[in-house]
């Protein structure tokens, strides 16, 4: 079956812009969970989705939110970005949200 | 709160060595335990899970809970075991049962 995909892959914005990243789990998949990934603080939590609702929640701004659809798919968005926010963001995901969870290959934002 | 700490950034062996990869954690309660793996232009994957008690590509993993740590150990290194390792930690109670990560290991094995 086909695997999580992100879109984009690759994005660069300016500060005080807004972003939106997108993710589709594998089918059958309900949980959706994003993950920040950078060098200096490794992978942090960003949030989780299951079922259209945010079930768990990082320690983020409220600067990033998301969402998940009916097709459980998701989208993240960061407004008003700042340097600090670029950042390979990673998307898993898994069926019930305690299972193995299956990691798209991520999108890498740079702000300038 | 809850920390993962892997303290070994990197770690450099010769093919046919043991390997062990250490993964220390701080949380007051029973955890869950996992290691992930990156292999080079791939995507994280899990390797191994400590309730399972499988041994994955050889790999293998025991919770000590009397010194908190995790330490996955091979017998014999490959060098298709060269990649990027996380373990990771989940509560097992309450409501927030987020993935807590350490920062990685990058594991070079040299032929």
């Known amino acids: 079956k086909a695997g999580v995909t992100q879109t984009p892959r690759y994005l660069i914005k300016t500060r005080g812009q807004q972003v939106t990243l997108s993710c589709s789990p594998i089918s059958g998949h309900r949980s959706v969970s994003w993950y920040q990934q950078t060098p200096g603080q490794g992978l942090q939590f960003l949030f989780e989705y299951f079922s259209e609702t945010q079930r768990n929640k990082g320690n983020f701004p409220g600067r990033f939110s998301g969402r998940q659809f009916s097709n459980s798919r998701s989208e993240m968005n960061v407004s008003t970005l700042e340097l600090g926010d670029s950042a390979l963001y990673l998307c898993a995901s898994s069926l019930g949200g305690e299972d193995e969870q299956y990691f798209g290959p991520g999108t890498r934002l740079t702000v300038t | 709160a809850q920390r993962v700490t892997q303290p070994e950034k990197l770690l450099s062996v010769f093919k046919g060595a043991p390997v062990e990869l250490k993964c220390n954690y701080s949380y007051s309660g029973s955890p869950e335990l996992f290691w992930y793996v990156q292999y080079s232009r791939q995507r994280l994957q899990l390797l191994l899970r400590?309730?399972?008690?499988?041994s994955i590509k050889g790999f293998t993993a025991d919770l000590n809970k009397g010194e908190t740590s995790f330490h996955l150990k091979k017998p014999f290194a490959q060098e298709e075991d060269s990649a990027m390792y996380y373990c990771a930690l989940r509560a097992n109670a309450g409501n927030n049962r987020k993935l807590i990560w350490g920062l990685g290991t990058s594991l070079a094995v040299n032929p």
């Open positions: 400590h309730i399972s008690r499988e």
